[in-house]
């Protein structure tokens, strides 16, 4: 077993562009499925806004969503680096 990506630079990708984090960890499926939601929520919001809302407000079903995929990537990883360190450490007495 390799070891895992650091948690920090998968929050990190995370950052950047929803479902990065979850495709560098090897979680393809669930990070494009993040990144569709993320682009479609913010479509469905844009839409359905009046242009006097702030670019924050026309944005936020996708804004929160990337939030969330953030969240899940950082914490996926962490719980992958951890059982890592586990198994390489061994049973404990």
Do not use: K, N
Not at 14 to 21: E, Q, S, V
Not at 55 to 74: E, N, P
Not at 75 to 84: S, V, W
């Amino acid at each position: 077993m390799t070891q895992p990506l650091s948690p920090r630079l998968v929050l990190l990708l995370a950052i950047l562009l929803p479902g990065a984090g979850h495709v560098a960890i090897g979680q393809v499926q669930r990070g494009l499925c993040f990144l569709l939601f993320a682009i479609l929520l913010m479509i469905v919001t844009y839409a359905t806004t009046t242009p006097d809302i702030s670019f924050i407000g026309r944005h936020a079903g996708g804004l929160f969503v990337w939030a969330l995929s953030i969240t899940d990537a950082y914490r996926l990883a962490r719980i992958r680096q951890e059982a890592f360190r586990r198994l390489a450490v061994g049973p404990e007495a």
